[in-house]
């Protein structure tokens, strides 16, 4: 148990910054803006990860001269345009 007053109020603050920077992250992960940024770069690093997969299995040259960020908005158009076709099918 801390006697001297100075020790006391040095632990309360310390408390207090420890309290608001569990707020902030607890805050920081409910946060819908941050929440949809993290799904993003999910969808983005796994997109990346199987075109990488696919450049790498490829006819030696067809895949490798396509660079990353074009490869990963193809990956896009082809995911919308199964999801596209599914959704017509199902009317």
């Known amino acids: ?3 001297d007053p100075e020790e006391l109020l040095r632990s ?3 408390t207090r910054e420890d309290l608001a920077n569990t707020v902030d992250t607890i ?3 409910l946060d819908p803006k941050q929440a949809a940024k993290r799904g993003v770069s999910a969808v983005r690093e796994s997109v ?3 075109f990488d997969g696919a450049r790498a299995k490829s006819a030696p040259g067809v895949l ?4 990353k ?3 990963a908005g193809l ?3 082809v995911a919308l345009a199964a999801i596209m076709a599914a959704r017509r099918r199902r009317r």
Do not use: C, F, S, Y
């Open 27 to 29: 805050a920081g992960r």
């Open 1 to 3: 148990m801390v006697t």
């Open 69 to 71: 960020p074009a490869a």
């Open 12 to 14: 309360i603050e310390r």
């Open 64 to 67: 490798k001269r396509v660079p």
């Open 75 to 77: 990956a896009a158009l």
């Open 48 to 50: 990346t990860g199987v």
